[in-house]
Nanobody, 126 residues
Framework: QVQLVESGGGLVQAGGSLRLSCVAS????????MGWFRQAPGNGKEREFV??????????DYAESVRGRFTISRDDGKNTVYLQMNSLQPGDTALYYC?????????????????WGQGTQVTVSS
């Protein structure tokens, strides 16, 4: 059974930073691709891809909207994946989820991922 627990969300002013954490149990994060997604309040669309990190080498990919501001990293010893978010904007306000993909490569679609955490709320005030 895979469990993912996100933390680190909160309220921050525009221009500020937050670091989200995702602790995994039941899977070794270095053996699988891990992704971060978000869903804005009142947005009935599927979760939006934010970024992902591949297995092994830790190659990363990001959505255009966050590229250059957000960074994904992994601590294999803690079985944890991080999302460092800098220069936050009100448009980044959302519930942020981490997910694990039962594949080695990065996926950019909600449907590419098999297990999800419960999410952590990020609110950016203007």
């Amino acid at each position: 059974q895979v469990q993912l627990v996100e933390s680190g969300g909160g309220l921050v002013q525009a221009g500020g930073s937050l670091r989200l954490s995702c602790v995994a149990s039941g899977r070794t994060v270095s053996d699988y691709a891990m992704g971060w997604f978000r869903q804005a309040p009142g947005n009935g669309k599927e979760r939006e891809f934010v970024g992902a990190i591949s297995r092994g080498s830790g190659a990363t990919d990001y959505a255009e909207s966050v590229r250059g501001r957000f960074t994904i990293s992994r601590d294999d010893g803690k079985n944890t994946v991080y999302l460092q978010m800098n220069s936050l904007q009100p448009g980044d306000t959302a519930l942020y989820y981490c997910a694990v993909r039962s594949d080695l490569s990065i996926g950019v679609s909600y449907y590419d991922y098999d297990y999800w955490g419960q999410g952590t709320q990020v609110t950016v005030s203007s």
